[in-house]
């Protein structure tokens, strides 16, 4: 259980690349497009009663009288705002609706989410209403006082407002025809000022005023009556938004102004609506500990924050942003998302993989760190991502990846994504059965697996089934994993033991693909390289040190978490066969499962808080991964190592009290977040609501978790 | 002489409202767009030695690690990065010309301007090398030491960027397709990274790098050599840029990109060069000390900062806006920066004119204070601006006047901006004899006398020449000057001496325009509306306090420089009979002379440095308004009060130390910017360019000036 209410959330559309960013008491958030952290804006929600005392929720850091850049005026006296106390306030934060309490009123915040229909599939219903870019809120206010009062939504922004009245039949506030907010309450009016205080108080209200930094609607709340009011939330950006290639968002095939948004989300807010509480309702049913249930939701709310639906030359383009980074569809991002839109909308990951197939691969060299003047054929790989902040990369070019650097941040991940490109092909086709992308890319997964086998070694004779040649792509450098910011007990590529199961999984991908193509004698060559690999993997378990070591040279005895990580691809492509304990690699599943009793300890993976760390010797631990390894951990291993509760309900604490000022993040140094903020990544919990054994809620005795 | 070269500068092409703001050692500047104040850029310009020694300008904030959002990594050992101390830096700063000197290294920002062609008449190449949103860079770095070096222009901002090479054949950086830097030297290369040092100290430079927050363009300097690049800073929006009217830069009807800008930029450098050195010397020459020589170059270039030079409908719309605050077009400004726009391109005051005329003008009915519930006939009016941050307003309302308030800021200004609307039209008409702009505003003249004598008293029994009664639009408050943000000497609209000599002046005018219509008998009216005003004030001067008190209501004791502002109309309008201190306002004049000489001392409306107070009541004094003034106590009056150096030093101090964070400001309390920053409105120093006396600069002997 959470031990504070105050943490920042998104609230975003599906699609939109945009948020409502708020819940972290006492700070600044509010609407925001396209920024990877939250916006700057004062929320202020609460109601004012006649005799001037104003109680509203604290969603605004220290207030600054705009008025005083014009002129330097003595402050009006007698007058009370009040902000709720934190110990007032209490927050449900469910799956689709984050709702606060206090004294008087509630405000909940509505984020319907749900399956987005193949844009490819003509179903103008259905993508108008997955692609709106509105989310909602609702106002209730309760004066149970003898005095009348005014219930108030509004928000302090960085730009003019223009009142909503002057466009259409609603009451708002629209600001750069880009966001803003409506209700269609005929009773609601609209003001904007430099304050809450002075805008009510006032006997005119003046919603001509645009210098007034502040925009918002308020409505009379009668003695002893209650009100609710419905608000849609809403984003657009019109045109090209994109540089270096021109796409629009998709929402604009639909939707011609902010304003026609904010209609179109207020018709539709009933339905909006249970679309919301039937996933509160699925996540409440699904037999997880509220912790479990609070980082799944807390990690659909920021993947959601980073999507961003394209539309160009009329085809769809699926875009995640890497959370702060904003980095475009970062391919080793897609791969741990991927568990998440296969679920909901499998054709958002073949649009990326299309992407990167199309655009973003390219062939180089390999060579041998022995010898890096001496290049050899390598093969086909795929880019780290496409671009960043909008601006896309020249194709065949990551934004990331620059030669010249030997195992650290931003060299080449060409190994590593080369694996992620298959692995999310098997995933994608294991899920749809679509015989069209299949065939599509017969012969570009022929070229991945040549390309895999390369650089394991060019000599086939010398091959042992991992990673051995790095790119020329790096120009004398080395590559790199996904755990760029991490040590070389999961930084470096080659030999290392958590990109040695990515092989092994890719070449059992490979098997099932070429399988399924007809081509078995390919099949087999790939499953006879997924053999090596775990052969040569099993005969590296150190017993002297009890575990297999992160990287298989120099002497390396870190003890790694993701040893494992791998182990999630055959079990998601239906390949139980390869993780039974006396199938064909008995031997590989076995090591790792001794592998992985031994790490799981305080000292050596398992931070004080009983948290997870996924390297020994690495104070920097991704949420995202942990939520993927405890998976593998419990539902394919049914390990129990009795830590099951105390580990979620630090990583909990990780999110909320660490990373409050920034939703959800992925990295942390001994539970505070040091980057990979506000991140979209972390949505691998969706797997636990596959678990069948529920496992991790502890509450499944052991002897059951015995028999998975 | 100013006593410090760190002050920022506004350094921006005419009409883009675009900055390349740059000049405050040690601080952040940069380009931006549409923007009140500066951009939080860090500029690198400078060079690094093949031995790893950096030596560059300190145009940047104390230096953040950007990469370390990404991984925390040991620093680079062994590196040396120096920054020039202020006391190795020479600046020059001419009219169109800053230049900064150090050790082996110059740098120029150089931005022409000059006479914008009416957009009316087609002239194409003009108007296009008019409105190219460019302005210019030259860097010469000398190289008198043994080892090769490398010169470097590169800059860290908020969005990635795009290495120009990839859109056409010129070198540079580009970011969001909105502004960006290119050379057409083919000596120069790219890059783009997370330092300068990390950058040059690489074998491969990596232009591709997109996630890197500096680029940069850089250039080898050979033992012993000198070598010059010459750049062009571009800004670029496209489309629809303003919010609920539709209207897009003018540039975009002759360039379709920022690349198409940096191209053509390049291609005119020398014209424009001699464009700017033409300017340099004009004021070099002027005769003027070198403090006014300052004001005016520092004026001018945060005027053209704020100037925004739209298209709607193929129809020029030009704004200024008001620095700091953004609004679109206040008329109280209007009327001070049109002696500036009268010089330069008297359509551009037209142009507002008729804006106000057609959109922003309104029909008010008026009340007396002691009655403010019975509402008499007013009249046509203006409002105080058009909207703000490119958000119009609705038609007939300012984004800043609001209702309800009394005589304090953000209430009305009806009255004044009826004076500034018929001044402005007399400044422009008396300029150009525009005959269409005099007859197509005929009918609306005849309102405006009608509705300023309506607001000195409905019954004209009663009137005697100062406003007396405050518009029905304030819902019972009072109206305002635009000294918003004084004290009721110069804030009060109602019996306000400054706005007296302002009716004063529209009645000459309106007699003026009528004369030139043939309306003979409302030119006498006018001219007898005067004669009353006038009157009125001389019979004011009160001889116990020694000068004419602020506000004839309520015991008002203040003294104001402004008194006097209203002179410069008729000396503009070539109606200097009416400045004769023998012609018919000769006891007003002789009154106001008499003010003048009592309150030009410290202790009244003068400061402790020399420097001038407008109200002997409020600390906060305004430069726009004490330049037009200097001019009128100077050339107007010939009065030499002695102190003349010593002021104009302290306002140079005012600016270059007050201010000199945010360029050009306006308001300031004892030296100390408190307001108005980043501001257009200072270009009231243009008049002294046309002093016949020169008399501030205090060399020309006093005999000389009694003369005058």
Known sequence: MRKTDSFHAHHSPMGAHASFT??????NGGMALEKGKPAEQSVFIGYRSDSGV???????????NEADRFSLDENSQGVKTISFEESQIQRSYDWAIDKFSAPGIDFSIITPFFEISDP?????EALKKASCPSIFGQITIRNDSNEDWEGFFAIQGDNPWTPLSSRNDLKGMISRDELGFASDDPDVSEFIDFGIETALSK??????FLLGPIGGISFKVAAGTSKTVRIALGFFKSGNVTINKEAKYWYTNYFDSIETVLSFALEGFNEYLDSALDSNQKLKSSGLSLDQQFLIAHSTRSYYGSTQWLSEKNKARWIVNEGEYLMINTLDLTIDMAFFELEYNPWTLRNVLEQFANEYSYVDQVFSPDCNDEMHEGGISFCHDMGVANHFSPNQYSCYECAGIDRKCFSYMTYEELTNWVICSGLYYSKTSDQDFLNTNASLFSACLNSLLNR???????????MGFD?????????????????????QARNNVYLAGKTWASYLTLELLFNALGKSDLAENALTSAKLTASTLSSSFDDSLGFIPAVLEDGNQSAIIPAIEALIYPYMMGQKGYLDSDGPFSEYLAMLKRHTEYVLKKGVCLYEDGGWKLSSSADNSWMSKICLNQFIVHEIFGINYGGELEADNAHVEWQV????SQACSDQFASGKPIGSLYYPRIVTSILW???KSKAFNNKVKSEELAKT
Chains 1, 2 share one sequence.
Do not use: C, W
């Not at 490819?120 to 103008?124: R, T």
């Not at 006997?203 to 001509?208: D, F, R």
């Not at 394991?456 to 991992?466: H, Q, V």
């Not at 009290?657 to 409050?660: D, F, H, I, W, Y």
């Open 657 to 660: 009290n660490g990373s409050k």
């Open 120 to 124: 490819a599939i003509e179903n103008k």
């Open 471 to 491: 790119s020329s792509r790096t120009l004398g450098g080395g590559e790199i994993t996904t755990y760029d910011s991490l040590d070389h007990s999961l930084g």
């Open 689 to 691: 609501l596959k678990a």
């Open 456 to 466: 394991d070694n060019p000599n086939p004779e010398l091959r042992n089934g991992l």
């Open 22 to 27: 708020l819940g972290m008491f006492g700070s």
């Open 54 to 64: 104003t109680k509203q929720f604290p969603f605004y850091k220290e207030l600054v």
């Open 203 to 208: 006997e005119h209200k003046t919603p001509n």
